[in-house]
């Protein structure tokens, strides 16, 4: 089993950064707690493994976050692995997503681009699927697919002056295929196509 904790303290007094641009508040003072486990569990000895994990977060800007990971990996037959793997991440958000404003209010011009205190993480839900043959002692296949799906994009809404937004989606698609020499420090063809 693996685990761990951290915590971070980040402070800054920005000021007036002029005429185009402002943080409201000027200062903050934001905490990071976290802590992550992960094990590995041997289901079938050298056969099918499944390793899980996650982490866990308190930030000052989203409150708290859970990000998990599961895993398997398949030895079906001598040289042969097929993995796969589901996970979630977060990119949370910063002052620039829920601080600034643009221009700034001291030149007394109307607002063009404010922050959302109410701005949430950024998510992605990662699929992973992959296969691997080793045909010889000195080449190595995989071919490889991953789909992710992405939440809450951050967004500046057309609708005029208003808060900035976190509501647009996404998804890719990512086809992978290498094959190596198991020599190290040998040049290997490889090929990948990405479909947004």
Do not use: C
């Not at 493994?49 to 989203?62: D, P, R, T």
């Not at 991953?146 to 647009?168: F, K, Q, T, V």
């Amino acid at each position: 089993m693996i685990w761990g904790a951290n915590y971070r303290l980040s402070a800054d007094d920005i000021g007036n950064l002029g005429p185009s641009v402002a943080f409201i508040p000027e200062n903050n003072v934001a905490h990071l707690v976290s802590a992550y486990v992960q094990d590995e569990f041997h289901l079938v000895p050298k056969k099918f493994s499944l390793i899980a994990g996650a982490k866990f977060e308190y930030n000052s800007f989203s409150g708290f976050e859970i990000q998990p990971s599961g895993r398997f990996v398949w030895n079906p037959a001598e040289g042969q692995t097929v993995w796969g793997a589901i996970s979630r991440a977060v990119r949370t958000p910063t002052r620039v997503d829920q601080d600034l404003i643009a221009p700034n209010p001291s030149t007394g011009a109307p607002a063009l681009l404010v922050g959302n205190p109410d701005f949430e993480s950024e998510t992605l839900i990662a699929y992973e699927l992959g296969y691997r043959i080793k045909p010889s002692h000195t080449i190595s296949v995989d071919l490889a697919g991953y789909y992710n799906e992405y939440d809450n994009l951050r967004s500046i809404e057309p609708l005029g002056p208003g808060p900035a937004g976190s509501s647009r989606r996404g998804r890719s698609w990512t086809e992978d295929a290498e094959a190596r020499p198991t020599a190290p420090k040998r040049p290997a063809p490889a090929a990948s196509r990405i479909r947004p």
